[in-house]
Nanobody, 125 residues
Framework: QLQASGGGLVQAGGSLRLSCAASGLRMGDYAFGWFRRAPGKEREGVSWISGNGRTTHDVDSVRGRFTISRDNDLNTVRLQMNDLKPEDTAVYFC????????????????????WGQGTLVTVSS
């Protein structure tokens, strides 16, 4: 029900935009997030967005470089990644969880019910 795309190989300083296409979900009822797993490291949260799109939060390491957004009419969540660094190399996962109110974000990984298949981002130095 979540299909992530947009990964690829890019040089340091470059940009990529990841997309997450959701199906079977009433978009406004779901908070979304992006997590990533870098080689040899544990999975970590990157960016999160509320059901109405007005509340967002980014992990410190990407703040100011990554922007999460959503278009509920198009059933899509995006992650614009600018000024990419080699340490951003990872498989990125789109995730979704149903929330009682559409203004909250959910940062805890274990609470997410829906996971996309992941898309690989490789940043060369």
């Amino acid at each position: 029900q979540l299909q992530a795309s947009g990964g690829g190989l890019v040089q340091a300083g470059g940009s990529l935009r990841l997309s997450c296409a959701a199906s079977g979900l009433r978009m406004g009822d779901y908070a979304f997030g992006w997590f990533r797993r870098a080689p040899g490291k544990e999975r970590e949260g990157v960016s999160w967005i509320s059901g109405n799109g007005r509340t967002t939060h980014d992990v410190d390491s990407v703040r100011g470089r990554f922007t999460i957004s959503r278009d509920n009419d198009l059933n899509t969540v995006r992650l614009q990644m600018n000024d990419l660094k080699p340490e951003d190399t990872a498989v990125y996962f789109c995730v979704a969880v149903k929330t009682d109110v559409n203004i909250v974000i959910v940062t805890r990984e274990s609470l997410y019910d829906y996971w996309g298949q992941g898309t690989l981002v490789t940043v060369s130095s």
